[in-house]
C-alpha cells in the first residue's frame, strides 16, 4: 500500500528526484546495486509520461542535488 501511495504521489509530480521508500530499499538492496560512494545515499528519480511511469536507482549527494545512475552489479535479465 505505501508504495502505491509513492507512486501517485510521483504521479501527480510527473518528474523529479526523491529519497526511496522502504520498500524501495528493500529491492535496492535485493538487486545488487553497489552502496553509494562515501558521503553519498540512494535516490530514486522518476518519470511519468504518456502513461509510462518510470523509476530509477539513483546514488547523489545527502541533498540530492546532484546524482548520478547507479548500475547493478548483478547479472543481466536478458
Known amino acids: 500500500m505505501s508504495d502505491t ?3 501517485e504521489a510521483d ?3 510527473r518528474a523529479g528526484v ?3 521508500t522502504a520498500a524501495e530499499l528493500t ?3 535485493e538487486h545488487d546495486y553497489p552502496a553509494p ?3 553519498c545515499t ?3 528519480g522518476y ?3 504518456g502513461g509510462l511511469h518510470e523509476r530509477r536507482v539513483l546514488h547523489g549527494d545527502a541533498k540530492g542535488w546532484s546524482t548520478w ?3 547493478t552489479t548483478g547479472d543481466d535479465d536478458a
Open 69 to 71: 545512475p547507479a548500475e
Open 5 to 7: 501511495g509513492t507512486v
Open 47 to 49: 518519470t511519468h509520461t
Open 42 to 44: 540512494y535516490w530514486v
Open 27 to 29: 529491492t535496492i538492496a
Open 11 to 13: 504521479h501527480r509530480r
Open 37 to 39: 560512494p562515501t558521503g
Open 18 to 20: 526523491r529519497e526511496p
